[in-house]
């Protein structure tokens, strides 16, 4: 397999971070958690970006919206 294609392999990550005042005020009228997550998302995407390394990795899949997490 020269082209690395069909010999991909994955892990799943779970990554948690801090959501602002500013993730959480709500921009258009009938905003959900949904939307307040997806802001938050957007702000850290850079890190995230940059956390994977480009070049290392292929690239990365969000299988899930972010949502609440609940730490015990």
Do not use: C, S
């Amino acid at each position: 397999m020269d082209d690395g294609k069909g010999n991909r392999w994955r892990i799943l990550v779970e990554l948690t971070w801090d959501v602002t005042e500013d993730d959480l005020r709500e921009q258009y009228y009938g905003d959900t958690e949904a939307d307040f997550g997806n802001r938050a998302l957007r702000r850290v995407r850079g890190a995230l970006d940059d956390a994977i390394g480009k070049g290392k990795f292929d690239g990365y899949h969000i299988t899930a919206r972010p949502k609440r997490v609940l730490d015990f």
